[in-house]
């Protein structure tokens, strides 16, 4: 299966909001309510920021939220801060013998 | 709390083999699934494999399909990856994570980097 679509870049200045699409089929995104959104800055391991679409793990800012539309998945950041800046990457399940499927990650500037 | 800590990445020659392993601590180890992951350089990330908590199940991606082998020990809360017969492309910081069900992974360890190079 082909990797879930995302937009390569995406930014935003201090306090704005932003939004991150990740396109996949009805056989991932569309098919299952298990999508997750990680967060990873330079040389760090992926972090969870939402999971299951639109769950917010603890400790997770409230400023993260998470939807889905029929086979898009979006991720949403309010009131945007410069520690942020980061790339974003959605998950989503897959079916057994795929397990689970990545987007190809956007990278968020803060202006 | 949960916490994952990836071993045994290393600098190999194609065609060789390594073995990665996972120490968990801070959970039920065997009633998890778990999952190994890889992101090349500067690219993005890609699932390698998945075991389930008995160990019953598995499955790879067609990438590595063939050539790696995923296990677990479930007494010593461990995790292992082997490799053979590597390949430059499977040049990659190598993550372990929990998962429930084969779900999208909730916690990743730091990774562990492995260099194939002739």
């Known amino acids: 299966q082909s990797a879930l679509t995302q937009p390569r870049s995406v930014s935003g200045s201090p306090g704005q909001s932003v939004t991150i699409s990740c396109t996949g089929t009805s056989s991932d995104v569309g098919g299952y309510n298990y999508v997750s959104w990680y967060q990873q800055h330079p040389g760090k391991a992926p972090k969870l920021v939402i999971s299951?679409?639109?769950t917010r793990p603890s400790g997770v800012s409230n400023r993260f939220s998470g939807s889905k539309s029929g086979n898009t998945a979006s991720l949403t950041i309010s009131g945007l801060q410069v520690e942020d800046e980061a790339d974003y990457y959605c998950?989503?399940?897959?079916?057994?013998?795929?397990?689970?499927?990545f987007g190809g990650g956007t990278t968020l500037t803060v202006l | 709390q949960v916490h994952l800590v990836e071993s045994g990445g290393a600098l190999v020659k194609p065609g060789g083999s390594l073995r990665l392993s996972c120490a968990a601590s801070g959970f039920p180890f065997s009633d998890y699934y778990m999952i190994w992951i890889r992101q090349a350089p500067g690219k993005g990330l890609e699932w390698v494999s998945y075991i389930s908590g008995s160990d019953a199940l598995t499955n790879y991606a067609h990438s590595v399909q063939g050539r790696f082998s995923v296990s677990r020990d479930n007494a010593k809360n461990s995790l292992y990856l082997q490799m053979k017969s590597l390949r430059v492309d499977d040049t990659a910081t190598y993550y372990c994570?929990?998962?429930?069900?084969?779900?999208?992974?909730?916690?990743w360890g730091q990774g562990t980097l492995v260099t194939v190079s002739p």
């Open positions: 998950c989503s399940y897959a079916g057994t013998s795929t397990s689970v499927l």
């Open positions: 994570a929990r998962s429930v069900w084969g779900t999208p992974p909730d916690f």
């Open positions: 299951d679409v639109n």
